[in-house]
């Protein structure tokens, strides 16, 4: 958006600060390329395959009782796992951004944790600790808890990828925007929760927004996780993800294309999004700085 | 912090409890067998390929769309992310159908004797899938950042296009590549969904280390799986380390600029 505006002011004589009209022209159809192998090529074969066998067959895989417990499955998941993210995220953003105390960059390196570990590791880091031959294993089978291979360990895994959407946007917004205005309010005699919602909430809602926005998406589609803590029960501990890869290893291609597509769209409702909230949140920080 | 360390920290220090189990030699023959070592050279080598044509590809995309104007660039811009949007069991399925014999692209490959799918290609086909958003949103900053009056100050001593982006461009923005480059590197090691659909799976030849912790974990190999999941995340935390490192790096110099 910067440069939009930028480019004829600042650019006086264009041949000596800018590329000639062939390198341009290349250099775009260069991109233009790329981008369209890597990115347009994959998402609309995904429909293109989805709908090889007519409306009929690309509705066909919705019927199937087993991708409609997955599809349950998958919102029962993010509607946990978003919003105890969220609440975390909110809470430790703020404790990073308005007080000091030890521990605090150890805390902000395992907050980027997740993104930096294997998401089948953070499987199998719950699947050593809650499984049968795990170190709570033994304990939880006497009280008759699964977690491993059933809801608990799905949802578990799912937060422990989600982990640090929501607090990694929020950390640098609320460290730059400091406490002046809460200390402000706190002087005027506005109360803890007065404090929050007028004004700690409304500055970063969104950077707020835009987290749980990824923060969903991902809790949505994650798959290497998932997958080592599901067990693989059809109809029971099956998410979208798993339920497209079961489908598509039976060799039932339009009807993995199908259920996958609903996850393509997911991923394109979230680009859009995305796009619209960034472009709000640009307009805010250009207000914020004025 | 409470919430923290039960999600966190608790699991992970399973994960390392799980290992000293296992006397240093045990640990050791688990971690260098034939079949792991294959299992890293490729996720390593599909990883360093992938992020390479990411880092070139994507430091041409990045500058396209920072610096021109041209009919859909916004969604361009916007579809760079659809990687990082895009469910990785859904990527892979989709690259693993347009590669294949007779997919989009790969009808064309397998007359000229390439074979995409289930061989190493295919591996690295699906880390620059995943890596690319990466390259790109880190570099987009970066070249947005860059004043307009040290290019055109080094236009008016009479240096060409090329040698202003040689001299003062590319090094500006150099961290920041490098940056990039990490991020998709350390992406592409941890990389599991979009990867087994197209890699085959076939020991020694296509198994990433992601795939070797699971196939171990199936056949209750719980402390082997344990075992090569540490190496990884040694790994990955060195990567951490240096993207961290680069990053501030990457600031320095951005505020020595201004």
Known sequence: MKNIKKLPTSYPSKSSTSEPLWVKISLITISLLFLSLFLFVPLISVFAEAFRKGI?????????????????????????????????????????????????????????????????????????????????????????????????????????????????????????????????????GANGWQIFSKITLPNVKWALLYGVILCNARAMGEFGAVSVVSGHIRGKTNTIPLHVEILYNEYNFVAAFAVASLLALLALLTLVLKSIVEWKYQHQKKGYNR | MFYL?????????????????????????????????ASYKLTFGASFIGATINTIFGFIVAWTLVRYQFPGKRILDAMVDLPFALPTAVSGIALTTIYSRNGWIGQFLEPAGIKAVFSPLGVTIALTFIGLPFVVRTLQPALEDLEADVEEAAACLGATRWQTFQKIIFPSVFPALLTGFAMAFARGLGEYGSVVFISGNMPMKTEISSLLIISKLEQYDYTGAAAIGVMMLIMSFILLLIINLLQSMNKRFIKKGA
């Open chain 1, 56 to 188: 009929e067959g690309y509705f066909a895989a919705f019927k199937d009782p087993a991708a409609f417990s997955a599809i349950k499955l998958t919102l029962i998941t993010a509607a946990i796992a978003v919003p105890v993210n969220l609440i975390f995220g909110l809470a430790a953003s703020w404790a990073i951004a308005r007080f000091e105390f030890w521990g605090k960059s150890l805390l902000i390196t395992l907050i980027d944790l997740p993104f930096a570990v294997s998401p089948v590791i953070s499987g199998v880091i719950y699947v050593l600790l809650f499984g049968l031959q795990g170190l709570m294993g033994p304990w939880l089978a006497e009280h008759n808890i699964k977690i491993i291979f059933a809801m608990p360990g799905i949802v578990l895994a799912t937060m422990f990828v989600t982990f640090p959407f929501v607090a990694r946007e929020l950390i640098p917004l609320m460290q730059e925007q400091g406490g002046e205005e809460e200390q402000a309010a706190l002087m005027l």
């Open chain 2, 5 to 37: 360390s039960i999600i966190v920290l608790i699991p992970l220090a399973a994960l390392f409890f799980k290992t000293t189990s296992l006397s240093w030699e045990d640990f050791w023959s688990i971690v260098s067998s034939p079949r792991v070592v």
